[in-house]
């Protein structure tokens, strides 16, 4: 009987020894890999640097929208005035050469809010039209669409053509790169390291100002007074972040 019971235990103690071994080979295992992680982790050291830049120059587009507005007793007669002014404010416009297009177009009841209940009082009918032309013109092309029916000037607004945009965002873009990596050198002199070549780059969108006008009225002679501008620069900006290899 003693025999008998001596084998099973033995077999166990055996299997318990063997399921030792294997859990350390298993836990030496990824302890060393773990170790060889972290030793490639220390190999690459890297550093992340934003890098913004601004340039400026002056317009050489300006967009003007003008409108024509009427009111009257009723839709019809509304829309019927405006439709008459417009086509002649158009008329005009084309003749001297600028591409016209329509911008917006209303057609809204009025009413008199100043009793408990509103009145209805007429109809307002609003058409506005745009163009381009160069920022030099820009005042004799205000005065022509007010002398030919234009009720208002909505507005002007001095910008960049989309071949000169695209040549400042190019410098705008060189310029934050070198913003960035001037961060980055700064960053890293402190550290006493040294940055190294670019590992990524992410271009932020560019942005772009318009100058809103500002009028001003000369008098010329008799002719009365005409509308000239003073445009300031359209400025240009782009944003880039950069990470570095570090040395």
Excluded: K
């Amino acid at each position: 009987m003693n025999r008998t019971r001596t084998l099973p235990t033995l077999l166990v103690a055996a299997m318990l020894v063997l399921a030792g071994c294997a859990g350390t080979t298993g836990s030496s295992a990824t302890d060393a890999a773990a170790a060889a992680t972290g030793a490639n982790a220390t190999d690459v050291n890297s550093i992340t640097a934003d890098g913004s830049a601004t340039v400026s120059a002056s317009p050489d587009l300006a967009e003007i929208t003008v409108a024509v507005e009427a009111t009257a007793d009723n839709a019809s007669a509304a829309r019927s005035q405006v439709a008459g002014d417009i086509e002649r404010l158009r008329g005009a416009l084309t003749e001297a050469g600028y591409e016209v297009r329509t911008v917006d177009f209303r057609l809204s009841p009025e009413y008199d809010h100043r009793s408990d209940e509103r009145e209805l009082v007429g109809y307002r009918a609003y058409h506005a039209l745009a163009f381009e032309t160069t920022p030099d013109d820009a005042g004799s092309a205000v005065d022509l669409a007010v002398d030919n029916g234009a009720t208002a000037v909505q507005d002007v607004r001095f910008t960049l053509s989309d071949e000169r945009r695209a040549e400042l965002r190019e410098e705008a873009l060189a310029a934050a790169v070198t913003d960035a990596r001037a961060t980055a050198e700064t960053a890293a002199g402190a550290a006493d390291r040294s940055v190294g070549t670019e590992l990524s780059m992410r271009v932020g969108s560019a942005g772009v100002s318009p100058y809103d006008s500002r009028v001003v009225y000369e008098t010329a002679g008799d002719a009365g007074a005409s509308t000239s501008f003073d445009p300031g620069p359209v400025t240009v900006s782009a944003s880039v972040t950069v990470t570095y290899e570090m040395e």
